[in-house]
């Protein structure tokens, strides 16, 4: 085999556990390797040690902690649920010059071009579930889905969608990939009728007439999902800010004013000092096309 008495380098910890695919641990036993050097302990509590004491056991010498920060921010979505339980969230929003995300009439394509547009497509790709609310459905009946012609993986859709009102013509529903749809109250008609459209629909705790953004992350925690894509409008980005449920911002700003009139960027309480300021740190920034991507996390 050509692998035999090669060095095996990789991110995580191989795992010594039957799961989606068979263990690591027993195919770079199998191939003969000479060495495994592994980035980042496995923080899955079924893996976390062993797979390293399995190699050792076999007689096949292990290192680890290379670029382990490194691994940790590429598997941040798993690290995170491993922890947790709940997936990394990402929240992106676009704005003008001027911190507004549309004109006062709702109207918003497109302030940034087609650079910028085509970088949240990546995002998308990567990511478990794209996110959004039925305020979005209803007025932009948007698709969500992954636009890119070198990939053909369909992320979840996920709606937090209060009383049902999702249309089962909606774009999201009637398109590729898997569909869930989050509410706070029941409706058997309206269930039934996405349903019938291959919808999973799952009634969760309220908090007040919305579905608890607690109880959300938890369940797509459950599902498995790493890493979740929020497309929203203010009010829904902005309770994932204002309850701390982001992991990271990721704002596109495009060289345009669109004047007071126009919607602001986030739905935020009044606060009456800057030390109840949300603080946010840049950990990038960069030009996509003619617009700036600024990455920001949690200061």
């Not at 008495?5 to 191939?31: D, F, K, M, N």
């Not at 999201?172 to 269930?191: H, M, Q, T, Y």
């Not at 960069?286 to 920001?296: C, I, K, Q, S, W």
Request: with cysteine; charged share 20%.
């Amino acid at each position: 085999m050509r692998a035999r008495g090669a060095t095996a380098y990789v991110t995580l910890e191989p795992c010594s556990h039957q799961g989606r695919t068979p263990p690591c641990t027993e195919a770079l036993i199998q191939a003969g390797v000479a060495c495994v050097i592994y980035a980042l302990k496995d923080p899955n509590p079924r893996v976390c040690g062993e797979g390293e004491g399995q190699l050792r056991a076999a007689g096949i010498p292990v290192r680890s902690g290379l670029l382990a920060e490194a691994s940790r921010e590429l598997n941040c979505g798993f690290v995170k649920r491993m922890v947790r339980g709940v997936p990394f969230v990402r929240v992106k929003l676009a704005m003008s010059l001027d911190g507004r995300t549309a004109l006062a009439n709702g109207a918003s394509r497109w302030i940034t071009q087609e650079a910028a547009r085509n970088d949240v497509q990546h995002y998308r790709a990567r990511s478990s579930a794209v996110l959004t609310g039925i305020g979005t459905v209803l007025a932009d009946d948007p698709a969500l889905n992954v636009r890119l012609p070198e990939s053909d993986r369909q992320p979840w859709r996920v709606v937090l969608d209060s009383q049902l009102h999702t249309p089962p013509t909606a774009r999201l529903v009637a398109g590729e990939g898997p569909v869930l749809i989050l509410a706070a109250r029941d409706d058997a008609v309206r269930r039934a009728a996405l349903q019938a459209q291959s919808a999973a629909v799952e009634i969760l705790p309220a908090d007040g007439a919305h579905p608890s953004l607690q109880a959300v992350l938890q369940r797509l925690g459950q599902l498995e999902m790493n890493e979740v894509w929020v497309e929203a409008g203010q009010r829904l980005a902005g309770a994932f800010v204002r309850e701390g449920l982001f992991d990271e911002l990721l704002v596109y700003v495009a060289p345009s004013l669109l004047g007071g009139d126009a919607r602001p960027l986030l739905q935020l309480p009044a606060i009456s000092s800057l030390e109840q300021k949300v603080k946010l740190q840049f950990t990038d920034f960069r030009a996509v096309g003619e617009d700036l991507r600024l990455t920001l996390r949690p200061a």
